[in-house]
């Protein structure tokens, strides 16, 4: 409740006037149950194609992906339109691979760190935002918005262009400030050196949101709690403990998840740096299910590791819903 | 006093972070040609041209390619917007039996990780015939904007009080009319925040504009940039250019709704 009431007061950038009208006013603004049979069914007509849609777009794709995890389905058997069963064949292919524990491991840690340092960093940023002098936190706001609009594979390619072995910026930087070591030097022969950069660039990319989101909720916070803290006469860290915490605790809750699901599914970047490589180094379970699946056509292994990315995927989601709805219960 | 001023200098020096790349995109798209590759430091230019946009306008697939964006997205988009409002509308003005499992499948479907279904859509659209054509990537892109359309207006309408519709309607308003002439017109700032964000979704999207379209008419500007060393080499001039190309629609909508965005995500996702 709070989160919600606090986003929605807070503009991040200054003085227009929160466009939306105060969204929670009461739970019921049901209407009444009419006598006429058009009046019941008009809701189920409203919801219909959105429904059908749903239900025909994302329901039967989920359905097929099990039931594909289960069949044997190379090009030959797409071509001749057999279905072949093989029972749990492609799961034991999977697992037994060391290559798919391997690239899972990687990809756990990539999405941890890279979450990590997003969402620490943005609520640094947001923090760090509420002293700043008007016009600096313009300026930063600004300068977070150019990142954020950017598209993905426009950052990418700038990025790209940026760590250049020979002409990039960086070398050259590094270069004029006495590392000589640095002059040609390639940021992409090595898995863990291209992921960083790859990590750096998700990072870059995703503060803009974390920050503007967390400083909205801190904006929201009323003054006279802070003003009860210094009274009292609690430190810093003791005022955000007491006050800033328990206040945005909830919205951080959320924004760690979104990024959390949006960074494991990342494969544009990953791609285009150096398609998974140096020989499949910086392969992450997105790249290897489309090496698998796409590349080599082998559907029904790809569909398995596809159901298994839907397990991790989808017990943090039930994790996080199941807090969710804990909370906010009665108001759906 | 002290702090403050170390706060800001903080400030600036992450405004300048997050700042530099569109910097660096932007002028080195404004480099003449022989100067983009050189050794020199050249952190500042010294002479502008436009050329390199010429060079980027006129690649080919450029033009037929952004032209695919614009239509996939745009379709995409206003299908979402369209059906996602009845859709949000019904959820929150109505009361009917299995309105709270509508309401959760919504909200399921949102976080829906469309990359994991890859391999079903491809199959699909390659049994309804449409791979290779952009009408697939319409619907992937329809299926992936929807949910957060309809949980998002959702928000937006529950946030208009329905005794201003109460209100038309004793004066004489049929429901419909009730709805276009008061909600709609109040729902406005939240249908464009919605919707830009949906079309930067789709606008972004690569998996599924990679995989089911192979044939260089039919690309859209993702794919076309990402294969930007076929079409430029190492003409970073003009790679930077298509990228400035690329990135000025969305950071438009950016800049019209940027106010608006953030509260519209947060307050969609955690209004039950």
């Not at chain 1, 606090?6 to 991040?12: F, I």
């Amino acid at each position: 409740m709070t989160a919600v009431e606090t986003t929605e007061t807070a503009a991040p950038a200054g003085d227009i006037p929160p466009a939306l009208p105060p969204a929670v006013t009461g739970g019921a603004r049901k209407r009444r149950r009419r006598g006429s049979a058009f009046d019941r069914a008009l809701p189920y007509l409203l919801l219909a194609p959105a429904l059908i849609a749903i239900l025909w777009l994302i329901g039967w794709p989920v359905v097929s992906v099990f039931v594909t995890s289960f069949r044997q389905l190379n090009l030959g058997e797409l071509v001749r339109g057999e279905i072949v069963w093989t029972g749990l064949d492609n799961y034991t292919t999977v697992l037994q691979d060391e290559r798919f524990w391997e690239v899972s491991l990687r990809t756990v840690v990539f999405t941890v760190s890279v979450v990590g340092a997003s969402v620490g960093a943005g609520l640094g940023i947001a923090l760090l935002m509420r002293v700043l002098t008007p016009w600096v936190r313009i300026a930063l706001q600004i300068a977070m918005l150019c990142a954020w609009a950017m598209p993905i594979l426009a950052s990418t390619t700038v990025y790209q262009w940026m760590f250049d072995q020979n002409y990039g910026i960086l070398n050259k930087t590094l270069v004029q400030l006495g590392f000589d070591s640095f002059a040609g030097y390639s940021w992409f022969s090595s898995g863990s050196s291209t992921l960083s950069v790859v990590g750096l660039l998700i990072i870059w990319q995703a503060i803009p949101f974390l920050a503007f989101s967390l400083y909205a909720g801190l904006v929201g916070i009323p003054r006279d709690l802070y003003e009860a803290a210094g009274i009292d006469g609690a430190s810093p860290w003791q005022t955000f403990r007491a006050v800033t915490w328990p206040e945005i605790k909830s919205l951080l809750m959320m924004v760690t998840f979104l990024s959390t699901l949006w960074d494991f599914k990342v494969f544009a970047q990953i791609w285009v740096f150096r398609e998974g490589g140096p020989s499949g180094q910086s392969t992450t379970l997105p790249v290897l299910q489309y090496l698998e699946g796409i590349a080599k056509s082998h559907f029904g292994v790809a569909a398995a590791i596809s159901v298994l990315m839907m397990v991790i995927l989808g017990l943090i989601t039930f994790q996080y819903l199941r807090k969710l709805l804990q909370t906010e219960e009665g108001k759906i | 006093m002290l702090k403050k001023s170390a706060a800001n200098v903080a400030g600036l020096a992450l405004a300048l972070f997050f700042l530099f790349p569109t910097y660096w995109m932007i002028t080195t798209a404004l480099k003449p040609k022989g100067s983009t590759i050189t050794s020199d430091y050249d952190l500042i230019p010294f002479s502008v041209t436009f050329s390199n946009f010429v060079t980027a306008w006129t690649k080919p697939g450029f033009l037929s390619s952004l032209g695919n964006s614009l239509l996939v997205t745009l379709t995409a988009v206003l299908a979402a917007i369209v059906i996602g409002i009845t859709a949000a509308v019904a959820m929150s003005r109505f009361a009917f039996r299995g309105r709270k499992s509508f309401v959760l499948l919504m909200l399921v479907a949102q976080m829906a990780p469309f990359e994991a279904l890859l391999i079903p859509m491809f199959l699909m659209m390659r049994d309804l015939q449409l791979y290779e054509h952009l009408s697939s990537l319409i619907l992937v892109y329809f299926a992936v904007t929807l949910p957060f359309c309809a949980w998002t207006l959702r928000g937006f309408v529950n946030g208009i009080p329905i005794e201003l519709e109460e209100a038309a309607m004793v004066d004489g308003c049929g429901r419909w009319k009730a709805f276009q002439k008061v909600t709609l017109p109040l729902l406005g700032p939240g249908l464009v925040a919605t919707s830009v964000f949906a079309f930067i979704t789709a606008w972004n999207e690569f998996l599924f504009a990679k995989v089911l379209i192979r044939s260089q008419d039919l690309e859209t500007l993702p794919v076309w940039l990402s294969g930007f060393q076929t079409a430029f080499g190492t003409d970073w001039g003009g790679a930077m250019a298509a990228s400035v190309l690329f990135t000025v629609p969305a950071l438009v909508f950016f800049l019209i709704v940027q106010r608006k965005m953030v509260a519209g995500v947060t307050a969609g996702a955690v209004k039950g």
